[in-house]
T-cell receptor
């Protein structure tokens, strides 16, 4: 049972490069989200989606794009990487996108360094 | 806006009881979650409260007072493996449904 799969696990970028962090879930969850985690800052919500075709901004959306063309996939795009985007990124999914009491399942994280 | 506060660090002794507090001020409230995160790992779900009162689940209990914007996580019979970060998160209504925002987490160290 795969759950939430994030790739890659580690990535080093140069300033200005672009890349996509992949997230896929096999639990048929409607709700998917991206967080970044920095020392002393906790988990901060970047973007989220309550279902295919619907996305919304979280607390720190600038510099990131998302799309949700299928239920399973929710990629996070960095169009022009900056050193401030060095962080650990977590993807998370939950059941029933418009319900509020469903716990989130997290992927194993992507450690991104921007030089 | 969202404001979720927790103590940064706590230390407790193996076998003891520890209470981790969380206060919140959010625009709307749909429920409060507690997650555990061991170093280098992803967060995992511990508990959920939407009504006032205490929810008990084994050694872990979580309390909520919506009128006070306050919750706590109670860990009993502490074990060394309980050394981890404990994250308080609040679910709030949003344009498209709801969003889950986290506090900065409380790092708990359990000592022998």
């Amino acid at each position: 049972n795969a759950g939430v799969t994030q790739t890659p696990k580690f990535q080093v970028l140069k300033t200005g490069q672009s890349m996509t962090l992949q997230c896929a879930q096999d639990m048929n969850h409607e709700y998917m989200s991206w967080y970044r985690q920095d020392p002393g800052m906790g988990l901060r919500l970047i973007h989220y989606s309550v279902g295919a075709g619907i996305t919304d901004q979280g607390e720190v959306p600038n510099g990131y794009n998302v799309s949700r063309s299928t239920t399973e996939d929710f990629p996070l795009r960095l169009l022009s990487a900056a050193p401030s985007q060095t962080s650990v990124y977590f993807c998370a999914s939950g059941d029933r996108g418009r319900a509020t009491n469903e716990k989130l399942f997290f992927g194993s994280g992507t450690q991104l360094s921007v030089l | 806006g969202q404001n979720i506060d927790q103590p940064t660090e706590m230390t407790a002794t193996e076998g003891a009881i520890v209470q981790i507090n969380c206060t919140y001020q959010t625009s709307g409230f749909n429920g409060l979650f507690w997650y555990q995160q061991h170093a280098g790992e992803a967060p995992t779900f511990l508990s959920y409260n939407v009504l006032d009162g205490l929810e008990e689940k084994g050694r872990f209990s979580s309390f909520l007072s919506r009128s006070k914007g306050y919750s706590y996580l109670l860990l009993k019979e502490l074990q060394m493996k309980d050394s981890a970060s404990y994250l308080c998160a609040v679910s709030s209504p949003s344009n498209s449904g709801y969003a889950l925002n986290f506090g900065k987490g409380t790092s708990l160290l359990v000592t022998p």
